[in-house]
């Protein structure tokens, strides 16, 4: 089976992990031929990307309202037509735009939901965003028409993105719900000692992934007098207006920005607790990591991770973004040693569900389907 995947590029990002995982995994399959293609040279993964067979072809598909739209997919259309996949495994919405003007024939065209992509969402005029809302839906006539005209299934990575897709994308698609998953023997770690008063929370420094709360959960903490310090990994827009909040609270010894790292278990295994404060999260792949890692998960409810938190279990999700509440709940679990290795045993051994070799065996069977 010749396999074809498709993501803009390779920066730093839960998707982009996701399809390296599988690439990598897919690549050891008998019988399995495997592409990567990224549009962009930005590669975050070199030290990943390097063991599979991985190609930029710089494509685009530009659209315009008022004329002709800007399309440069001739070099992506020649390497399709030269290896013929079986299957194209598209990534985010920029692969989106581009395949919609390939010619794939009778390929089957797997559209992957990493997210509740906006441009599918159906329209709903706004005053302050007209612009844009009607770009989003010039954008999206392009690509279901193309859907259309193809063999095209979705992949939903929860429910809540999985209702998304239902909701504003036609019926007659079949949708199917596959969680990510990740490699846990990355993370894994044997047994629950030589950990240090640490916490650890990762994502991109964006206004979603609300590392804000996460720094007032410390400020809180260190009012109560608990001596514990906040490792946030990640790189983004707010990085300038996080880091005077931490200067602001007085917390320069006890939060650290950490920027993009290339290795977050080595944080996750000398950390007890994994703080998640996402205002919206698709999934939460980090999350699996820190389970993975055999940490207790402290989070806020952001949608899709409501699929992977079972409250009391492995980890707690909480509904108020009160850094009260969730200073508590690290200090139940920082108090009562047994308790924190009990839900963070629970968590390590939930992980196993999403190892990435148990994920690529359901991905082929939707891809022989």
């Known amino acids: 089976m010749k396999i074809l995947q498709i993501i803009p590029s390779l920066a730093k990002g839960g998707a982009e ?56 997919i001739k070099e992506l259309q020649a390497l399709i037509n030269q290896f013929q996949p079986d299957v194209i495994h598209s990534h985010l919405f920029e692969s989106e735009m ?33 612009k844009q809302t009607i770009t989003n839906w010039y954008e999206r006539k392009i690509v279901t028409k193309a859907y259309r005209n193809s063999f095209t299934r979705f992949i939903a990575i929860s429910k809540d993105t999985e209702n998304y897709i239902k909701k504003n994308l036609p019926s007659n698609f079949q949708t199917d719900l596959l969680h990510n998953a990740i490699n846990t023997s990355v993370f894994q770690i044997s047994g629950m000692s030589h950990r240090e008063n640490k916490i650890v929370n990762i994502g991109s420094l964006v206004d979603k992934k609300g590392q804000s709360l996460a720094i007032d959960v410390i400020a809180e903490l260190k009012q109560k007098g608990y001596s514990i310090s906040l490792d946030i990994l990640g790189d983004g827009k707010n990085r300038a207006q996080l880091q005077n909040q931490i200067d602001d609270l007085k917390l320069s010894d006890n939060v650290s920005l950490h920027g993009n790292v290339d290795h977050p278990e080595d944080f996750l295994k000398h950390a007890k607790i ?6 919206y999260e698709p999934f939460g792949l980090v999350l699996l990591e820190a389970m993975s890692a055999g940490l207790p998960i402290v989070c806020t409810d952001a949608g899709g991770n409501r699929d992977i938190i079972e409250h009391g279990k492995n980890g ?17 679990l920082l108090e009562n040693e047994s308790k924190r290795q009990e839900i963070g045993g629970y968590a390590q051994n939930y992980a196993q569900n999403y190892d990435i070799k148990n994920y690529v065996n359901q991905l082929m069977k939707i891809y022989k389907e």
């Open 274 to 279: 994994y703080l998640h404060t996402a205002i």
């Open 98 to 130: 581009v395949l919609s003007q390939i010619r794939l024939k009778s390929t089957k065209h797997i559209v992957h939901f990493h997210d509740n992509m906006i441009q599918f969402q159906k329209i709903k005029l706004s005053k302050n965003k007209i």
């Open 316 to 332: 707690y999700i909480f509904q108020e973004r009160n850094p009260e509440i969730l200073a508590n709940q690290i200090i139940e």
């Open 17 to 72: 992990r996701i399809v390296l995982d599988t690439s990598i995994e897919l690549s050891k399959r008998e019988g399995v031929q495997l592409k990567l293609v990224t549009f962009h040279e930005t590669n975050a993964y070199s030290f990943l990307s390097k063991t599979i067979d991985h190609q930029v072809i710089k494509s685009s598909v530009v659209p315009s309202l008022k004329g002709k739209n800007k399309i440069n």
